[in-house]
């Protein structure tokens, strides 16, 4: 929403220390809200945002139990329900490390409550994805990546902007995890079906095998352009590599779990050892600009295995409780 469309307002006072302060009714008007609607409130520096939220009847029918997850697969988890829909989701026996994960894992979403009681931890996901406004999202991915450009080009004169960027990478990151979460409601609000969002997942995995390819193809043009001659640690890491994304690129018309995790384990090996490559006194700096691309597809190709390794727990899990 433009400000010329809210405009200027006053701050009214409420009880003896609260103020508030109206919504522009075109706005209330669009969302669809009324009196007693839930709102998510975001504070974002100096400014604050106002998400319409999910009402409280929808948690029981979207609730989703999940048991025996690992420490390494709560934020997995954490994304999976932000984007693929089940309004909360249970873990069931986990200690204090998965809560802990998730509570960290937070800061990089908007509208996300984690609950820790005696016996498990509960994700609530709090925004409404049917009454999220897409342009204001895209504004708001468009601010982020001017902000990141302005911020390369201040570490490119010396200027030490590390925390300033880590900063950006979490509003980035808020920004779309967002819009992929208007995206999977826009198809369950016109299917509400099962299978029909396992498609969308599909779909959506294979965009990110295509960013994935188009990041590689980078990396070739710097290593031609480098002349090759190559280390053998650069040569051994790049054919792990086109064994891990053929595998990675398969399993997205996979309809195994065991297959989706054992998919991410090897990627997440494989960038464990490009990123020590990167740094390394042996690598050039032509193959670290390389291996850097390569590192940036493994996190598409780990996006893009993450969403069918979600997709299929969702629907084991639901599976499991229509038939207990």
Request: hydrophobic fraction near 40%; charge should be neutral; include cysteine.
């Amino acid at each position: 929403m433009s400000l010329s469309r809210g405009g200027v307002r006053r701050l009214q006072k409420l009880g003896s220390s609260s103020l508030v302060v109206t919504l522009p009714k075109e706005w209330v008007r669009e969302m669809g809200l009324k009196q007693g609607d839930p709102v998510y409130v975001v504070i974002e520096g100096g400014s604050l945002r106002i998400v319409p939220a999910v009402n409280s009847e929808t948690y029981a029918a979207s609730r989703v139990r999940l048991t025996g997850v690992d420490p390494g697969d709560a934020t997995r988890v954490l994304w999976c329900a932000y984007v693929l829909g089940p309004e909360e989701v249970v873990l069931e026996n986990v200690g204090d490390d998965v809560y802990n994960m998730l509570r960290d894992a937070t800061s990089g979403f908007i509208g996300v409550d984690v609950v820790r009681d005696e016996y498990s931890v509960s994700i609530s996901i709090l925004v409404d994805p049917s009454k999220l406004d897409l342009r204001a999202v895209i504004r708001s991915v468009a601010s982020d990546l001017r902000d990141i450009a302005e911020l390369l080009a201040e570490a490119a004169s010396g200027s030490d902007v590390e925390e300033e960027a880590e900063r950006a990478r979490i509003r980035l990151q808020r920004s779309i995890t967002l819009a992929e979460r208007y995206l999977m409601g826009v198809i369950g609000s016109h299917t509400g079906q099962q299978d029909a969002r396992a498609t969308a997942s599909k779909l959506l995995a294979v965009n990110f095998l295509g960013l994935a390819a188009s990041t590689l193809l980078d990396a070739v043009k710097t290593l031609s352009r480098g002349g090759g001659d190559a280390s053998k640690d650069t040569l051994d890491a790049l054919t792990a590599l086109s064994t891990v994304a053929s595998e990675a690129a398969l399993n997205v018309a996979s309809e195994s779990l065991k297959r989706s995790s054992e998919v991410l384990a090897s990627i997440a090996k494989l960038r464990s050892r490009v990123e020590e490559l990167i740094y390394s006194d042996k690598t050039s700096k032509t193959e670290a600009v390389a291996l850097a691309r390569v590192l940036e597809s493994l996190r598409h190709l780990h996006l893009a295995t993450t969403l069918i390794y979600c997709t299929l727990k969702v629907a084991q899990n639901q599976g499991a409780q229509r038939t207990a």
